[in-house]
Nanobody
Framework: QVQLVESGGGLVQAGDSLRLSCVASGRTDSTYVMGWFRQAPGKEREFVAAINWSSVTINYADSVKGRFTISRDNAKNTVYLQMNRLKSEDTAVYSC??????????????????WGQGTQVTVSS
């Protein structure tokens, strides 16, 4: 089993920045794809960003391109999400996830096997 624990969420104003972290423990493997997803009240969970093991392949949702940056530190089993120029529509619970397949960087929720509990990000306008 793999456990994922997110941190770094909070209440900020529009235009501010936040940095989320997600630490993996248990039967982890640095070759896994790690991703961030978010879910706003009354909405489906949606893809935000994902990164492969070498950090060479990265995908972003169009809504966050140019504002969010995903990165990882394999030595620390940690993935980060730097969020800049936050908007009220970024308000959601942000969760990290692991995809154990060894190819591609998926943007699909169902491709991910392990999930954290999430951290709340609230952006006031």
């Amino acid at each position: 089993q793999v456990q994922l624990v997110e941190s770094g969420g909070g209440l900020v104003q529009a235009g501010d920045s936040l940095r989320l972290s997600c630490v993996a423990s248990g039967r982890t493997d640095s070759t896994y794809v790690m991703g961030w997803f978010r879910q706003a009240p009354g909405k489906e969970r949606e893809f935000v960003a994902a990164i492969n093991w070498s950090s060479v392949t990265i995908n972003y949702a169009d809504s966050v391109k140019g504002r969010f940056t995903i990165s990882r530190d394999n030595a620390k089993n940690t993935v980060y999400l730097q969020m800049n120029r936050l908007k009220s529509e970024d308000t959601a619970v942000y969760s990290c996830a692991i995809d154990r397949r060894l190819f591609g960087v998926s943007t699909t929720v169902n491709d991910y096997d392990y999930w954290g509990q999430g951290t709340q990000v609230t952006v006031s306008s």
